[in-house]
């Protein structure tokens, strides 16, 4: 079956930068959209970026012009880079990943931006 797993993760000072990777396994296809959704304590589970397979992309407000996603369909990756990161991007963050009509996510990893 199809797993993505997140990495990069961890803390980081406010104005820094981490770049979050999600390999996905067990497709032979590429998927559609692959993307960052990511939940604060408290908070509902919000869109940051998506990326189709043909290149476009979607940001939520709150980042654009910080962070850039990018995906590579050779390897069926999903990178998320990060910059001037601010405490209120403090939250786990999840992959997904859509094919077809299959939706598939992965376990999060904790982004933490001290201030």
């Known amino acids: 079956q199809v797993q993505l797993v997140e990495s990069g993760g961890g803390l980081v000072q406010a104005g820094g930068s981490l770049r979050l990777s999600c390999a996905a396994s067990?497709?032979?296809?590429?998927?559609?959209?692959m993307g960052w959704y990511r939940q604060a304590p408290g908070k509902q589970r919000e869109l940051v970026a998506t990326?189709?397979?043909?290149?476009?992309?979607n940001y939520a407000d709150s980042v654009k012009g910080r962070f850039t996603i990018s995906r590579d369909n050779a390897k069926n990756t999903v990178y998320l880079q990060m910059n001037s990161l601010k405490p209120e991007d403090t939250a786990v963050y999840y992959c997904?990943?859509?094919?077809?009509?299959?939706?598939?996510w992965g376990q999060g990893t904790q982004v933490t931006v001290s201030s």
């Open positions: 990326i189709t397979n043909g290149g476009s992309t």
């Open positions: 067990g497709s032979i296809f590429s998927f559609n959209t």
């Open positions: 997904y990943a859509n094919l077809d009509r299959w939706d598939y």
